[in-house]
């Protein structure tokens, strides 16, 4: 009888703040035109839109020849709603999908679910959207409206945040026997492969009771050393950041609290041989902004960003150095090395800083770009790689992540955010490099080019996967395969690549016909077939 009385409650009071929200909410929200980073009929336009779960499909029809070598699952995250949009839509705000690609003994399959987290489950249970969505949502007046909302469904019990509101819709890395999905607003979720190549969430994964806090979807493995690194950033309360690690058996170091004077959007970092890089630009957490009637995402044009060099091993921050880098924000770092007094950072650099968040009057570039760190004079330089076209997602051989490299392997985004094909880059340049001048060097744009591949006219992709050929530590650095997904706008049909590395034209070997369309996505890993014996339960 209590539980028959309870129920009829929560049902009463669903009701009620539903009419709220219909009367008062979404009313603001319909005063003016939504901006295009948060208009659901542009961010999920064509293949951005999400599709449905689909169970495993095998013996998938294959063009070419699948290289013997590939062995093991290609997966990929991205953002993909289950339920439509109730107001404004970012494309980050996506619940999260796994698309797996499974190679077993020359057979193809795939499959493609949604990560169960608790957000989801919660929404499922009421069959629709009703959690405020933290790009597309949550700005302005309308944004204060509905987060108040939410703060008075949790109070009542009609919400329950206690398992975190994250979407783990952006990463994926294989660590110590577990498949991780990962947003950096919460903990990552733990999810597992049948014997058939099915995907099952596990749960929300706190590595046996060890992490407390959200970790962003970018750690960095040391495949040297076994050890993965990580950040955490919150935007209410102090520490706002923080960076841990675990040990190669999944035992977590102390955190390292890192003092930044604003709640700071921290998406990515590197790690060298004895330092975690930790950038502090110019994105920060404003959440009275919304009072103003903007966005809590703020670009401030006059805070210096600058780059923190924080010793590996060490358990507080009195030994790091902060270095200023002038007019740089870095989404995304490939990759960084130790070259005597200096750090080398590869990154691209983006403009406007705030492109993806906040509407612009500018398209969104991002330039390949060297950074050096002198940690001598505590000085800094920055230059172009390329500049003429817009490099994001992509990587390098994990072997060599934290090592000098001498290639990475990126998407050309064109126009953004659609990626029209991929860049093999020589970060080496010109064979007679040494003896340019600065000048000259910034003129050789093209010759950082080693390889390049183009989809096919009104096809596009995503980030390119580097999977070596061999693990053993004498293959050369570009001795393996890319491997990323490609979806023809014309036909609504969807296949996975498969290119040769090393070759000079990034020659096509293989293509996988896929049984559904692939929407565009955002990160993913190959785990080897090796890796998938030692899968882990939570």
Known sequence: MEHTRRNLVERLLHALLDTIEKMIVTRLETNGPLPST???????????????????????????????????????NGPNPMFKPVAGYNFFDGDGMLHAVRFKQGNVSYANRFTCTYRLQQEMKLGRAFFPKSIGELHGHSGLARLMLYYVRCAFGLVHTCKGVGVANTGAVFFNGHLLAMSEDDLPYAVKFSEMGDLKTLGRYDFNGQLKSSMIAHPKIDIRTGELFALGYDIIQKPFLKCFKFSADGKKSPEVNISVKQPTMVHDFAITENYIVVPDQQIIFQLQEMLKGGSPVVYVKDKMPRFGLLPRNDVNEERMTWINVPDCFCFHL????????????????????????????????????????????????????????????????????????????????????KVCGIAKVDLSGPKKRNALSLQELEQCDDHHIAAKFMYPRDCYGGEPMFVPRSSTASTPEDDGYLLTFMHNENTNKSELLILDARSPTLQMLASVKLPTRVPYGLHGTFITSEELEHQNDI
């Open 334 to 417: 490939w990759n960084a090395w130790e070259e005597n007094e200096e750090i080398v950072i590869i990154a691209s650099c983006m403009t406007p800083p705030d492109g993806m968040f906040n509407e612009a009057s500018q398209s969104v570039q991002s330039i390949l770009s060297e950074i050096r760190l002198n940690m001598t004079t505590k000085t800094s330089s920055r230059r172009p790689l390329i500049s003429s076209m817009t490099l994001e997602a992509g990587q390098v051989n994990k072997r060599f992540l934290g090592h000098k490299s001498q290639f990475v392997y990126l998407a050309i985004v064109d126009p953004w955010p």
């Open 38 to 76: 948060a208009d659901p009929k542009i961010q999920l336009h064509g293949n951005f839109f999400p599709v449905p779960e689909n169970e495993v499909q095998h013996e998938l029809h294959v063009q070419g020849r699948i290289p013997p070598t590939i062995e093991g699952i290609y997966v990929r």
